[in-house]
């Protein structure tokens, strides 16, 4: 290999071609522009958004990983929390149950007894799903009977009625009648519960 190699004497040096024109050195070659102020900081600016942005991934990622760590470890506590319930625990937690239960019921029942357009919509509804079953009256508590009295359909008598509850409506023809309100709202309740 180092037969082809030609000593490095004067006389070889001066048989040489001597030096070569190389292209990256040349004068014509395009120049390449460097970056104005503005694309530099532009730059920086989406860098250090993609960073931000993926901490902040990273971050999410790890806080809902421990979210889900202490909700199975809370479910575990429950479920062997429950499990050591006797009998009587077990009876007492399902009356407090139930008796948390009636007390929001309650709490909508209440709200749903005073709502003037609920009602207008039951005793319009219990109008049409009797039809013209004959002579019709609508028994309401006095002080809902002055708010909708107006407002009701020709040919149907409206009656106050002191007995039944705010929110309360009583529809009667010769041979049937229907009632709606927080008295029937508070027996399917209490019959849907009575079961559990």
Not at 36 to 52: D, L, N, S
Not at 93 to 106: D, G, H, W
Request: with cysteine; proline share 4%.
């Amino acid at each position: 290999m180092f037969d082809k190699l030609k000593a490095a004497t004067p006389e070889a040096l001066a048989q040489s071609n001597g030096f070569k024109e190389v292209r990256r050195y040349v004068a014509g070659r395009p120049s390449v522009a460097l970056p104005t102020e503005a694309e530099v900081r532009r730059q920086i600016e989406e860098r250090a958004y993609a960073k931000g942005l993926a901490e902040g991934r990273e971050q999410m990622r790890l806080e809902e990983a421990a979210r889900r760590e202490n909700d199975a470890a809370a479910m575990s506590r429950l479920e062997i929390s429950l499990g050591r319930i006797d009998g009587d625990q077990a009876a007492v937690l399902a009356e407090r149950l139930k008796l948390t239960v009636l007390e929001l019921c309650e709490t909508l029942i209440d709200a749903q007894s005073v709502d003037e357009v609920g009602l207008e919509k039951r005793a319009l509804k219990v109008i049409n799903m009797l039809g013209d079953a004959g002579p019709r009256v609508l028994k309401l508590n006095p002080l809902d009977m002055e708010l909708l009295a107006k407002r009701l359909p020709e040919g149907i008598v409206v009656q106050a009625d002191p007995s039944l509850e705010r929110g309360s409506l009583r529809m009667e023809t010769a041979d049937r009648g229907m009632e709606d309100g927080p008295q029937v709202w508070r027996r399917a309740i209490a019959d849907a519960m009575s079961s559990c």
